[in-house]
């Protein structure tokens, strides 16, 4: 079974590693445009060889509207090196994906807690529930998730919705310092009340790319 975060891996290295040789061997020079115009050409060209697996296949489709739409202005160059060290972290050292722990969502909650955020993790989320927050930034879980989406060893084997009303990129932020992925499905409504929902997959693996966290901007510096 071919897992979307090893397979997008590739494709960035792939991408960066055979632009690093055409600009050595002196075939694309070491400026923006033509780095853009080289990245925007490797997409395209990815496509049409199909030398990926069809699950990256609309995220390189999104690329190539971007890279056909802005030129230089639309980063590729940047967006895959800002993904290469994300995925540099939450991925082993072969580069396989790693089981996501109920310990590490533990350690998100602490902090949460920590920073003042209402985290609740005892309630049933059923088709609707409405919780007061008191004007505090929250987040919750589902009891009945958290109960039954790992198995005895603490490791998720079902996808967890997380709920949260209040800063977004915060949450992204924190998640990622526990080697989580957080995965957005809505900004504001959903099953609770004013919270928009993400979701936490098996192995920090869905089927596109997650959001990711400001906090490794300065990382990818080139």
């Known amino acids: 079974m071919v897992l979307f ?25 070491h400026n923006p445009l033509s780095e853009a ?19 990256v296949l609309a995220t390189l489709k999104g690329w190539q509207r971007q890279a056909r739409s802005f030129g230089k202005d639309a980063g590729l160059k940047e967006q895959f090196l800002f993904l290469q060290n994300c995925y540099n972290q939450v991925l082993d050292v072969d580069k396989q994906v790693q ?9 998100l909650f602490t902090i949460l807690s920590d920073k003042q955020w209402m985290v609740t ?10 919780r007061h927050s ?10 009945q998730q958290l109960s039954n989406h790992f198995d005895e060893q603490g490791i998720l084997i ?3 919705s997380l709920y949260v009303r209040g800063n977004q990129q915060t949450i992204v ?4 310092t526990q080697d989580l992925l957080l995965y957005k499905i809505t900004d504001y409504k959903s099953k609770v009340k004013y919270h928009g929902e993400f979701i936490v997959y098996p192995n920090n693996d869905g089927t596109s790319l997650p959001e990711f966290p400001l906090i490794a901007d300065e990382e990818t510096a080139d």
């Open 134 to 143: 008191g004007g505090k930034e929250s987040l919750i879980v589902c009891a």
């Open 158 to 160: 079902k996808p967890l």
């Open 99 to 107: 089981p996501v722990h109920l310990a590490q969502l533990k350690q």
């Open 121 to 130: 993790t005892d309630l049933e989320v059923g088709e609707k529930l409405n």
């Open 173 to 176: 932020d924190l998640a990622f």
């Open 37 to 55: 115009h080289y990245l925007g050409a490797w997409v395209t060209n990815a496509m049409k060889k199909k030398r990926f697996d069809a699950i």
């Open 5 to 29: 975060s090893q397979e997008i891996y590739t494709l960035i290295n792939d991408a960066l590693t055979e632009l690093t040789a055409s600009q050595a061997s002196g075939r694309t020079p």
